[in-house]
């Protein structure tokens, strides 16, 4: 065992000894997510590195403590990606933390998201065991698919040691193209074009002035995206400052997010079809519809969830205002009963002592 996931197992077995609750911890860059963190950090920054890269396979394996700006470049130098295109939220971001928060960015309503692309996990459990789950082929699960579990567990279950992950070439060819419509029309219209073999990717829309803006990301082969420039119209954009503003809506860094100060940022989980929510202020819309943004007071909470809830999706207290950002619960939507109950029934299996911060999903617990 590498020392420093030996010395991972031993601060565990030892927690598990003395009742020590312990937060799982990389960057810190994803900390604001989940219920506030509470117990000793523990850190899986020490054991990093990429173990393995085939690229003519389209898959690496890399331990937990990698930077995640690391393994992009790694990928790129091969023309290779994370279709994904996992939040970073800061510079220090792992690809543990990538896999335990489970977030994706702009392209996820097209590619899928990240536990699509987890082929294999090591983890160490509760009990300081180091277990191995799926391996580096796509057809490889037998029972649980505890590799896929993991994403989004938010260390619930224990440390991922190391992660192998399938890879795609980057595309040959992107465009962006910008249209001025209001969010009804924008919902209609990305629905529509999703019927048709275009090469959507990814899609924003945003209200600006007295109507919106609607931002369409194209990617796949030249042919095809130049077919679908001359098909769909409107104004397409300069090819570097469109990355440089899909990075930002990956990182929530464009300047409707930058309003979120002394409000909650909420983000909504909807079907694509879902129309135009009953709420106050403008959201941020992607995935075609299927993700909205949403910044509210704090007394607004309910009526987020409900009208979310009313079209058959669910609501997440994504930030809470700076103000209250270590004291508010609740972040999360209620799991169902039966649901839940299979949640709790895989931590305990997985962290029989309760050495984890299991709090992050579960504020009851």
Same mark, same amino acid.
């Given at each position: 065992?590498?020392?420093?996931?030996?010395?991972?197992?031993?601060?565990?077995?030892?927690?598990?000894?003395?009742?020590?609750?312990?937060?799982? /911890?990389?960057?810190?860059? !994803?900390?604001?997510?989940?219920?506030?963190?509470?117990?000793?950090?523990?850190?899986?920054?020490?054991?990093?590195?990429?173990?393995?890269?085939?690229?003519?396979?389209?898959?690496?394996?890399? /331990?937990?403590?990698? %930077?995640?700006? *690391?393994?992009?470049?790694?990928?790129?130098?091969?023309?290779?990606?994370?279709?994904?295109?996992?939040?970073?939220?800061?510079?220090?971001?792992?690809?543990?933390?990538?896999?335990?928060?489970?977030?994706?960015?702009?392209?996820?309503?097209?590619?899928?998201?990240?536990?699509? +692309?987890?082929?294999?996990?090591?983890?160490?459990?509760?009990?300081?065991?180091?277990?191995?789950?799926?391996?580096?082929?796509? !057809?490889?699960?037998?029972? +649980?698919?505890?590799?896929?579990?993991? =994403?989004?567990?938010?260390?619930?279950?224990?440390?991922?040691?190391?992660?192998?992950? !399938?890879?795609?070439?980057?595309?040959?060819? *992107?465009?962006?193209?910008?249209?001025?419509?209001?969010? =009804?029309?924008?919902?209609?219209?990305?629905?529509?074009?999703?019927?048709? %073999?275009?090469?959507?990717?990814?899609?924003?829309?945003? $209200? $600006?002035?007295?109507?919106?803006?609607?931002?369409?990301?194209?990617?796949?082969?030249?042919?095809?995206?130049?077919?679908?420039?001359?098909?769909?119209?409107? *104004?397409?954009?300069?090819?570097?400052?469109?990355?440089?503003?899909?990075?930002?809506?990956?990182?929530?860094?464009?300047?409707?997010?930058?309003?979120?100060?002394?409000?909650?940022?909420?983000?909504?989980?909807?079907?694509?079809?879902?129309?135009?929510? =009953?709420?106050?202020?403008?959201?941020?819309?992607?995935?075609?519809?299927?993700?909205?943004? +949403?910044?509210?007071?704090?007394?607004?909470?309910? !009526?987020?969830?409900?009208?979310?809830?009313?079209?058959?999706?669910?609501?997440?207290?994504?930030?809470?205002?700076?103000?209250?950002?270590?004291?508010?619960?609740? /972040?999360?939507? =209620?799991?169902?009963?039966?649901?839940?109950?299979?949640?709790?029934?895989?931590?305990?299996?997985?962290?029989?002592?309760?050495?984890?911060?299991?709090?992050?999903? +579960? %504020?009851?617990?």
């Amino acid at each position: 065992m590498d020392p420093a996931l030996r010395q991972i197992a031993e601060r565990i077995r030892a927690a598990a000894t003395d009742g020590t609750l312990l937060r799982i /911890r990389g960057g810190g860059t !994803k900390d604001f997510y989940g219920e506030p963190p509470q117990g000793e950090p523990l850190s899986t920054t020490a054991h990093a590195g990429i173990v393995s890269y085939e690229p003519s396979e389209l898959v690496v394996t890399a /331990r937990a403590g990698t %930077p995640l700006a *690391e393994l992009e470049a790694l990928l790129a130098a091969q023309g290779q990606c994370l279709p994904f295109e996992p939040p970073h939220f800061g510079q220090g971001s792992t690809a543990g933390g990538m896999v335990a928060a489970g977030l994706s960015g702009p392209a996820r309503a097209s590619v899928g998201a990240v536990r699509d +692309y987890v082929l294999g996990a090591t983890l160490i459990n509760g009990r300081g065991e180091l277990l191995t789950f799926g391996g580096q082929v796509m !057809k490889n699960v037998a029972g +649980y698919d505890v590799s896929r579990v993991l =994403a989004g567990s938010l260390g619930v279950l224990g440390v991922v040691a190391e992660l192998s992950l !399938k890879v795609l070439p980057v595309a040959p060819a *992107e465009a962006t193209l910008a249209f001025e419509c209001n969010q =009804a029309d924008a919902l209609r219209l990305v629905n529509g074009w999703g019927g048709e %073999p275009l090469p959507l990717n990814a899609s924003r829309w945003l $209200e $600006e002035g007295r109507a919106g803006r609607l931002w369409l990301r194209l990617r796949g082969a030249v042919a095809a995206v130049a077919a679908a420039c001359t098909h769909l119209g409107g *104004e397409r954009q300069d090819d570097a400052q469109a990355r440089a503003d899909w990075q930002a809506a990956r990182d929530l860094r464009l300047p409707w997010f930058g309003e979120h100060g002394a409000r909650d940022l909420w983000r909504l989980s909807v079907p694509q079809a879902a129309p135009v929510l =009953a709420l106050e202020g403008s959201p941020l819309v992607e995935w075609h519809g299927g993700q909205r943004w +949403y910044l509210a007071s704090p007394d607004e909470g309910p !009526k987020l969830r409900a009208a979310a809830h009313a079209v058959g999706g669910h609501a997440t207290l994504f930030m809470p205002s700076a103000d209250r950002r270590h004291r508010v619960l609740g /972040r999360f939507d =209620a799991l169902s009963p039966p649901l839940a109950r299979i949640h709790r029934a895989l931590v305990r299996e997985f962290d029989p002592h309760a050495v984890f911060h299991r709090g992050r999903l +579960y %504020p009851a617990d």
